[in-house]
């Protein structure tokens, strides 16, 4: 069974630029995740997917982070304008359903300088 | 308080030494239990994953609950190398839609 592929694997961007990072779950999997891990931190939830509904958006700042799942299988989230502060890894993952384990992704590792 | 705490660690442990990692948690509501593995420049990894009170034993890994006490343990029999990397407890709970929360992980070193 393929993994949860995610790219780029790493991005190097100034503050101000933006940059979007792509998501292919696990294939079957209905629900899919963006978490933002900051170094020293446990994943902190971004957004969740139902399909192609969002089911929780609540700690996603929406005046620069935005996402989308089309057709219910990929995604993209996408940053702009970046801040420093927006350095870290970004994770995807996907579960059969929301009270399942995650089956997370390799991460994109960003740096904002 | 954090909803979930985990001491980050690190922990050295020579090979061969059982590892006892934990994690306390302020909400009785939460109902299921996880933990996961991360190397470093990987995702975590799902190793356990427990619904009740109790113990659960995958191979060398034992996942253990105590809702009483809001306290999960994960320990490791026979410690290798190959296990050093920063567990995470993750936990989930019910509020009309099911809200997971991780500890920030523990940093595991196992010595040759």
């Known amino acids: 069974e393929a993994g949860v592929a995610q790219s780029p694997r790493y991005k190097i961007i100034e503050k101000r630029q933006s940059v979007a990072f792509w998501c292919n779950p696990i294939s079957g999997h209905a629900t899919l995740y963006w978490y933002q891990q900051i170094l020293g931190q446990g994943p902190k939830l971004l957004i969740q997917f139902q399909n192609n509904g969002v089911v929780d958006d609540s700690q996603l700042p929406k005046d620069r982070f935005s996402a989308e799942r089309l057709k219910g299988v990929d995604s993209t989230l996408k940053i702009q304008p970046a801040k420093l502060e927006d350095s870290a890894v970004y994770l995807c993952a996907s579960s059969l359903g929301d009270s399942s384990g995650r089956f997370f992704g390799p991460g994109t590792r960003l740096t904002v300088l | ?73 994960l320990f490791i029999r026979d410690s290798q190398p190959s296990d ?29």
């Open chain 2, 1 to 73: 308080q954090k909803e979930v705490e985990q001491d980050p660690g690190p922990l050295s442990v020579p090979e061969g030494a059982i590892v006892s990692l934990n994690c306390t948690y302020s909400n009785s509501a939460f109902q299921y239990f996880m933990w996961y593995r991360q190397y470093s420049r990987k995702g975590p990894e799902l190793l356990m994953y427990t619904y009740s009170s109790g113990n659960k034993e995958d191979g060398r890994f034992t996942a253990q609950v105590d809702k009483s006490s809001k306290y999960i343990s």
């Open chain 2, 84 to 112: 050093s990397a920063t567990y995470l407890c993750a936990m989930t709970l019910n509020t009309g839609g099911f809200k997971t929360i991780f500890g920030a992980g523990t940093r595991l070193f196992v010595k040759a």
